[in-house]
């Protein structure tokens, strides 16, 4: 069985990332626009092309977790597709409000673009290098290497025997992927983005009577497609439409409590590998202590 105190390390360690990171956030009750569902269409299994929908699952195991840790009411629903092709594999987030106007500022955004701060690579060359750089590409493209030889493109035959003769082409990378707008399959399938007035509960009988008519509350559903998409894409398109933050503040005790177990954590790899070593040196002098008896064995037979 294994030590209480270990277990207790190894929960706090996973409570703490589902507590916190990405998507750790208190959905905001003043908001006009309130995020009330998230729908997902996701596969598993062995699903054709399913590297395509790894940033979905990320996102469904990550920042959808910790969304949903805060804000319990959040109604979340995840259909996973084991079987078929093209099934229409998407996203799609309802929010809810009693101001129509506030429900038609919200945009459909497209998918945002990473935010990157790459500093240009400063240029040290000086005149001579560049003219010898200059010379050497013009000798490369008047005598190029035979063993630099671009491979000749593959045969049919070799195409289908890879398992891709059900595409017209080998499958991109999902690197290459920009999915901003919805397919006509996911448009069929998924709902439509229009304002709709939601349906009042049935007034109880036993609760006190108003004069007052019930107010009118009003639903969006808003959709963005999953294939090759990345997690962090999803999350920043959820957060964009109300302005949400990425994640909480973390509080300075649980921060100090979690810090402890890390640091524990990372003394008891360095111990494990110590350990491991004199392991490995007591097996080794042994092996050797009993190569040297089976040898010194062997001589007395002999001189005998």
Do not use: C
Not at 231 to 244: D, F
Request: aromatic share 6%.
């Amino acid at each position: 069985m294994v030590n209480a105190a270990k277990r207790m390390r190894a929960l706090t360690d996973k409570l703490f990332h589902i507590k916190n990171g990405a998507g750790s956030v208190v959905l905001p009750e003043s908001s006009q626009a309130l995020l009330k569902s998230i729908y997902m269409r996701v596969p598993t299994g062995p699903y054709p092309n399913k590297e395509y929908y790894w940033g979905g699952r990320d996102f469904w195991h990550g920042e959808l977790k910790r969304l949903k840790y805060w804000n319990p009411t959040l109604r979340t629903e995840i259909e996973t597709i084991r079987n078929g092709e093209n099934e229409p594999m998407y996203l799609t987030v309802e929010y809810e409000s009693t101001d129509r106007e506030a429900l038609s500022q919200l945009k459909a955004y497209p998918l945002p673009k990473p935010q990157l701060k790459v500093k240009p690579r400063a240029n040290n060359k000086t005149e001579q290098q560049e003219q010898e750089q200059n010379l050497r590409e013009q000798r490369s493209a008047a005598d190029p290497d035979p063993r630099k030889a671009q491979p000749a493109a593959q045969p049919r035959s070799v195409v289908e025997g890879l398992g891709y003769h059900h595409l017209q082409k080998l499958t991109p990378s999902p690197k290459t992927l920009q999915p901003v707008k919805l397919t006509p399959e996911i448009l069929s399938h998924a709902p439509s983005d229009e304002i709709k007035v939601k349906a009042q509960p049935v007034a109880d009988a036993s609760s006190p009577q108003t004069t007052s008519p019930p107010q009118t509350t009003y639903s969006r559903s808003l959709t963005i497609p999953l294939a090759g998409v990345r997690h962090t894409e999803i999350w920043n398109w959820i957060r964009q439409h109300t302005g949400l933050p990425d994640h909480r503040r973390i509080p300075a005790p649980e921060m100090a409590e979690w810090q402890k177990v890390a640091d524990h954590n990372r003394q008891a790899a360095k111990d494990r590998k110590l350990v491991k070593t004199g392991i490995d040196a007591m097996k080794r002098e042994q092996l050797e202590l009993k190569k040297a008896r089976e040898a010194a064995e062997r001589m007395a037979a002999e001189a005998t």
